[in-house]
Nanobody, 126 residues
């Protein structure tokens, strides 16, 4: 059974940074494509970034230049570095996984990801 556990959320002032982590267990991590999403009250889930098993990354346009996704296969962990945070970045951030796919498999669609973490709350004060 694949399990994903996010950490690193918290309260930060606007302009500050946070680094989120997502620890994966129960699968061969190198064969997973990982994604980060966020959801705030009353809004739809929003795609942030995806990183393939081969290490290729893609970002939502609004996140480019501020957010960086990376992975450490030795630690079975994917990270989301968030810089220049804005109050509108406040949300619950979730990581997601699609396992046993090719190293270049990629999707922005949340329905393509079968495993989800419970999320970590990010709050940005103005």
């Amino acid at each position: 059974q694949v399990q994903l556990v996010e950490s690193g959320g918290g309260l930060v002032q606007a302009g500050g940074s946070l680094r989120l982590s997502c620890a994966a267990s129960g699968s061969r991590f190198s064969m997973n494509t990982m994604g980060w999403y966020r959801q705030s009250p009353g809004k739809q889930r929003e795609w942030i970034a995806t990183i393939t098993g081969g290490g290729n990354a893609d970002y939502a346009d609004s996140m480019k230049g501020r957010f960086t996704i990376s992975r450490d296969s030795a630690k079975n962990t994917v990270f989301l570095q968030m810089d220049s945070l804005k109050p509108e970045d406040a949300a619950v951030y979730h990581c997601a996984a699609r396992i046993l796919v090719g190293s270049s498999w990629y999707s922005r669609d949340s329905f393509d990801y079968l495993y989800w973490g419970r999320g970590t709350q990010v709050t940005v004060s103005s």
